[in-house]
């Protein structure tokens, strides 16, 4: 199942972070809630930035997303955009498709919200052309 990220997820999901981006040095308890306390403001400023996650049956979070909502000109006439970023999955669950699943949700939600265009900066470009 798929979400919006609660206050009481977001623990889980910068721990997740720490793991997945090792070179954004949040693997101290200390950077970490720094990143929560980042997190949440974001969140609750409703500036276009949602996150997700995708948890299993047991409530367990194995993978998170950003959204960014916003606006871009082109052709000269601005057109709302979603942008994807920060995804990541637990180590453990690996190889499980849940990146996948991640970004299948991505491009639902921007048809729901009828978004024409969707974004994502690569960390590795094969990494997503393996994924289809």
């Known amino acids: ?13 910068a721990d997740i972070a720490s793991l997945a981006y090792p070179g954004m040095l949040i693997q ?5 809630k720094e990143l929560i306390e980042r997190l949440e403001t974001e969140q609750r400023e ?54 996948y699943q991640l970004l299948s949700y991505f491009h639902n939600y921007a048809r729901q919200e009828k978004v024409a265009l969707v974004s994502l900066y690569p960390f590795n470009p094969s990494f997503y052309r393996k994924m289809g």
């Open 46 to 99: 409703a500036n276009g930035i949602q996150f997700f996650g995708c948890f299993d049956e047991q409530d367990e979070l194995l993978g998170i997303f950003r959204v960014n909502d916003f606006e871009c000109n082109i052709n000269g006439k601005f057109q709302r955009i979603f942008g994807i970023g920060m995804v990541a999955v637990h180590l453990l669950h690996k190889k499980e498709k849940v990146a």
């Open 1 to 13: 199942m798929i979400r919006l990220l609660q206050s009481k997820d977001l623990k889980k999901a």
């Open 28 to 32: 101290t308890d200390e950077k970490k």
